[in-house]
């Protein structure tokens, strides 16, 4: 790697105040060394994710609930951090019975269940490697997913509940896993009580854990749910990014680097009392803010599996006001998703006992903010804007909360700069960069297009290049406007734009395609597809059924995130234009799915909508 690729100024002396929150093993010879990429962090010390989310508690908080779950059907189970202390040591047991190292990989195709976290701190006691595979995730990409994760054990569930319904979990796993050949075991969970077929290596999680159990008299093999001394920067979880240049790339978090950007956030989010991170478990952001940041302070956090629309679209409300819910961390997604439900329900009161709402994964617009203040706290709650990115372990930055005694987040120094690395004046648009390295960058880079990722430490010497536009405001706020690469950020997940441009492309009935994205009230962004048909599509289409045809296809290879919202049928494609003019035209032109209109334009009108002179 060249000399050039590394932050070259040292990080917040914050991160010291940090790094004493953490239970080491061996103590931190270095808090921080410059080299490669964000430098090496905490040399010399080993810890134990799980035991800094467990273990360390237990003599004085083991009665302390730790987290309160709840079903999509209204089941609900508390776990205090003894209870789930005990699961994770018996599931630790139980993984290493079955031959599994540090290093391997653990796949997680689970919901949000109290076993979902179990797995994952499990995974972390022995020093596995944990990947979180989405419960939507059609069969096609499930089985491209495991074959590039090469995976021991994979666990996942007989069914999952979504929006009031049972997805065949299980079923989808056994045809995903006749393409994937290295998966060893797959534990199942029982949650539905659905049937399932059963094959070689399939286990009952319950059967599973309570084999390792000690009985009464039994001598306890502590040896074996001791948890792993291990080096801060140790793999411990995976995390796929978009697809770039049409090959997968994942990053890989340290357990003890992700432990401490998770805590360095928490301790600013959180004032005390209970925190809940409304999001799904296969958001990143759930995963390192929702469970590891509240565990690793002791505090008691909300998890819940579902949708917040069942059984009635109170169930936020409700929610908080059960568990006194004093922080909220959600996505502005979720927020927009929740208003379009109340302008129907009357009488909507806030809920005292919440203090402070966080979003986080895509800008919130000013009027969703009021709203959200004025719907969940009545004018009084604090509302905090956060900016984060998955290579640098969630959320680094956040904005609008006052900031306690001793509680400030650390540092990272964010700036605005030019192409040639130099920095804008407020209101000009530019590229953020990080002057100052943050301890919960990525620790590893995987996948045929891996080198991606490495630039942005080498698109600009000594900063870390973010790949995301933003500006600097006169009060000296930032905006963030969106991705200087194909990759845009929908619900708080990444989608490749080009990678949806290729699975539009391979369908018979398009001869090209291009994709683009523009605002929704619903969703933040959507994604805009124009498409010129081949003769396959036939003399005279249903353009309507042509349009569904292939937003399905999109769905089922990518999920529903990546599904365009909107699909425009062209005569033909012309080369007069600019990549971002065509792109503003065909968000200007295309009929969303959710209305009536024409789906078809002539490359004229595209010529006209771009403002473009038409000859």
Known sequence: MPEQARITRPPSPLWAAVAEQVTWDAPVESLWEPGPRSGRWFTGGRLNLSANCLDRHLPDAGDRVAMHWEGEPGDRRSLTYAELHEQVVALARALRGMGVQPGDRVGLHLG????TVVAMLACARIGAVHAMLPVPLPVEPLADRLEQLDLRVLFTQDGAWRHGAVLPLKARADDALLAAGSVEHTIVVRRTGMDVAWFEGDRWYHDLVAATRPGPGLPTPAEAGAPESLPADHPIATVPLATKG????????????????????????????????????????????????PLAAGDTAVMFEGTLDVPTHRRAWEIIARYDVTTLLTSPSVVRTVRGWAREMPELSAVPSLERVVTAGEPIEPELAQWLVEAFGGGRLSLGDAWGQLELGGIVRVTGLEHRAGAGAPDCDLDIVDSAGEPVLDDTPGEAVLRLPWAGTMVGVEGPQAEIAERHWTRHPGVYAT????????????????????????SGQLVSLAQVREVLAEHPFVQRAEVTWRKDTS?????????????????????????????????????????????????????????RDRARAFATLATPDRRGGPREATWAQVLAAAGHPVT
């Open 112 to 115: 949000w269940l109290p076993e």
């Open 246 to 293: 049409g090959q997968p790339v994942s990053i890989v978090h340290g357990a003890g680097t992700m432990l401490a950007g998770a805590l360095a956030v928490h301790r600013h989010l959180h004032p005390g009392g209970v925190f809940w991170c409304a999001g799904d478990i296969a958001w990143a952001v759930t995963q390192f803010h929702g469970i590891y940041g």
């Open 467 to 490: 790949g995301d536009l933003a500006r600097r405001r006169a009060d000296g706020s930032v905006a963030f406007l969106g991705r200087t690469d194909d990759v845009v950020s929908i």
């Open 523 to 579: 969703l933040g962004r959507s994604l805009v597809a124009a498409v010129s048909l081949s003769e396959v599509a036939g003399p005279d289409p249903d353009l309507d059924a042509v349009a569904v045809e292939l937003m399905e296809a999109v769905r089922e290879t990518m999920g529903g995130l990546a599904r365009p919202r909107a699909v425009l049928v062209l005569d033909r494609f012309g080369d007069e234009l600019s990549s």
